[in-house]
T-cell receptor
């Protein structure tokens, strides 16, 4: 049962253009969402997050949008840079749960072409 | 703050052998998680500790797997009688004390290869 889904295994964009990574979830109890970035042979590193009480959160070049009715979130990277090339994971958690563990999607490999 | 530390970074073992991995979380973090990641998949939750108490274990954690956090600081994950299907990256993460919801800080992982 895949509660967090990233349906695009890969995405290629030109340097300077916008990258849009998508994520869908099925569990309506999720109320906190995060994006992680992962390079090969390294652990995931936190990028940006959003609470369910918001529909947008910005941090520099990164913006996350949340559409609760559609159970969909997206990560926008503008402008994209070659150093952004990595695997991006969407994750979700349910506040108030005993563990607040994160449930991850399968990831999207972003390649930013110079 | 040196971040979450995992040791070893790589482990190659033969099927049937036992292996043990260590995780040192960020010092002020009392919540510790183990995840497993295989190729093409996202990290999958294995188990969770709050201080020294193991509060949740995933169904993925078979009887061959055991995790401890004896003093509420570092943690170990042991796999007994390893199988080829255990080959994966094992990730440890910690979360700051008192944070009800929030990001996890991950270590660099231990890449296990079972031959």
């Amino acid at each position: 049962d895949q509660q967090v889904k990233q349906n695009s295994p890969s995405l290629s964009v030109q340097e300077g253009r916008i990258s849009i990574l998508n994520c869908d979830y099925t569990n309506s109890m999720f109320d906190y969402f995060l994006w992680y970035k992962k390079y090969p042979a390294e652990g995931p590193t936190f990028l940006i997050s959003i609470s369910s009480i918001k529909d947008k959160n910005e941090d520099g070049r990164f913006t996350v949008f949340l559409n609760k009715s559609a159970k969909h979130l997206s990560l926008h990277i503008v402008p994209s840079q070659p150093g952004d090339s990595a695997v991006y994971f969407c994750a979700a958690s349910a506040y108030g749960g005993a563990t607040n563990k994160l449930i991850f999607g399968t990831g999207t490999l972003l390649a930013v072409q110079p | 703050d040196t971040g979450v530390s995992q040791d070893p970074r790589h482990k190659i073992t033969k099927r049937g052998q036992n292996v043990t991995f260590r995780c040192d979380p960020i010092s002020e973090h009392n919540r510790l998680y183990w995840y497993r990641q295989t190729l093409g998949q996202g990290p999958e939750f294995l188990t969770y500790f709050q201080n020294e108490a193991q509060l949740e274990k995933s169904r993925l954690l078979s009887d061959r797997f055991s995790a401890e956090r004896p003093k509420g600081s570092f943690s170990t994950l042991e796999i007994q009688r390893t199988e080829q299907g255990d080959s994966a990256m094992y990730l440890c993460a910690s979360r700051e004390t008192g944070s009800a919801a929030g990001k996890l800080f991950f270590g660099s992982g231990t890449q296990l290869s079972v031959l």
